[in-house]
Structures are given as structure tokens and as C-alpha cells.
């Protein structure tokens, strides 16, 4: 079962939220517990880390939706969120609160389907899958789901997580190899990125954890197939 909250305000689009994901769940064979609030004190007093996924609108009385969504964060770390709401201006706001994506209104089923496909498919890589690395001679545990790219620099592999930043030796074509099944591409040659932290692309570059990744000319094809399939849920 998945448990999805539903933040908005306005009767009309909360009915319709409710409907899409009533129509994919029939559609994909998911089980959803889907739950409403109409304001941002409903559901932060007090808040519950039982949710999967939480859409939310920005624009609602007494607590905003950026507000509620940081209060929030500061008690779950791991729910995705996902604003759907008609104020494009704080689109690049919900980065500091690892917004998922940012839903423009008025949205119509087939982009709504896209958007949740991403979700589940975040929530579903989340297991507990982990990678062994030596740091000065004592060995580390990495959640994978929790690094943003992998660089090769000066011989040695640096992993950038949004914590914490790990060196150590090793081979880009073998990390590659490793990470391939996780959603992972290399985009240049010093860089193998994780495309669940990919949030924009433009000039040649893939921004990642709000760093500009250089993608080389002769991957960008395959680098924008790869993101589509990523997208879909492929």
C-alpha cells in the first residue's frame, strides 16, 4: 500500500487530485490510502512520518504550503513531496525542500500519471540497498539511493551524497558497471550521475543536487533517452 497525502485548500482541485490517483491506481493495480487536508496546520499538528508521497499547493490561508513542506522535512526525510499549485515563481523554492517536482495547474491527467510514475518509482529504489567502500583503511557503508554523482578525480572515486562527500580508490568504468541497475548514467567521463537528483538540464549542462555536470556531446542522445525512460518509469 501506498499512503498519499492530499494538501489543498480549493474543493475543486482536491476532488481532482483525488480522482487521479483513484484512475491510476485502477489503471497500474496500486493500492492507495489516499488522505485530505484543506490547510497546513491539518496536517503538521501534529505531523505523522506515515506518508509516502504529499502533494501540496503553496498558495493556502494561515500556513503556506513552502512553510508546511519544511516543517515537514525537518520530521521526514524520506516522504517525497510534490507541489501542484499555479505559482510558478517559487518553482526553484522547492529544491530546498527536495521537492520532487513542481506541478503547474491547471494539470491534466496524462502529466499527473508522469509525475506520480517518478514518485513511485523513487519510493520503490528507496530499499535498503548499500555500497562498501574503504576510507582510510576503515570500511563505509553507503545508502546508493542517498548519492547524487559519483566523480573521477586524480585516480580516486568521490562520492557526493547530500551529507557528506567520501574518497576513495577505485575505476569509473567498474563503479558504473555496479550503479548501472540503480539509475545511474554516466553523462561525461568524470561523472556518473543518479538520475533520481537530476533537476534540470540546459548549455550542455545536467544540474544535480544544484551543481552544473558537464554532458559530453556524444551522450547527450543517450543521456535525454535515458532520462525519458527514467521519466516513464521504464
Known amino acids: 500500500m501506498i499512503r498519499i497525502a492530499v494538501l489543498e485548500d480549493e474543493a475543486d482541485y482536491s476532488k ?4 487521479y490517483l483513484a484512475q491510476y491506481a485502477k489503471e497500474r493495480q496500486y493500492e492507495f490510502k489516499v488522505t485530505c487536508f484543506y490547510n497546513g496546520d491539518g496536517i503538521t499538528d501534529p505531523y505523522k512520518p506515515e506518508y509516502d508521497i504529499i502533494l501540496l499547493d503553496i498558495d ?4 503556506d504550503g513552502l ?4 516543517l515537514i522535512r525537518e520530521q521526514d526525510e524520506e516522504v517525497v513531496l510534490m507541489f501542484v499549485t499555479n505559482l ?3 518553482a526553484i523554492s522547492g529544491y530546498s525542500v527536495d521537492a520532487l517536482d513542481y506541478i503547474l495547474k491547471p494539470v491534466s491527467y496524462f502529466s499527473f500519471s508522469q509525475y506520480l510514475t517518478r514518485a513511485i518509482s523513487r519510493i520503490k529504489r528507496r530499499s535498503a540497498d548499500y555500497l562498501t567502500i574503504t576510507l582510510k583503511g ?3 557503508k553507503i545508502n546508493i539511493s542517498s548519492i547524487c ?5 586524480d585516480h580516486s572515486l568521490v562520492f557526493y551524497t547530500k551529507e557528506k562527500t567520501y574518497h576513495t580508490a577505485g575505476k569509473m568504468r567498474e563503479m558504473e558497471e555496479k550503479l548501472k541497475k540503480y539509475h545511474f ?3 561525461h567521463a568524470s561523472y ?4 533520481e537528483y537530476v533537476q534540470g538540464v540546459q548549455r550542455g549542462f545536467v544540474i544535480v543536487c544544484e551543481t552544473e555536470i558537464p554532458v559530453s556531446r556524444s551522450k547527450k542522445k543517450e543521456f535525454m533517452q535515458a532520462m525519458s525512460e527514467y521519466m516513464n518509469g521504464v
Open 88 to 90: 510558478a515563481q517559487y
Open 67 to 70: 512553510t508546511t513542506a519544511r
Open 138 to 140: 576503515s570500511i563505509y
Open 185 to 187: 548514467f554516466r553523462c
Open 192 to 195: 556518473l550521475i543518479n538520475l
Open 60 to 63: 493556502m490561508p494561515f500556513m
Open 149 to 153: 554523482y559519483v566523480e573521477i578525480r
Open 16 to 19: 481532482q487530485l483525488c480522482e
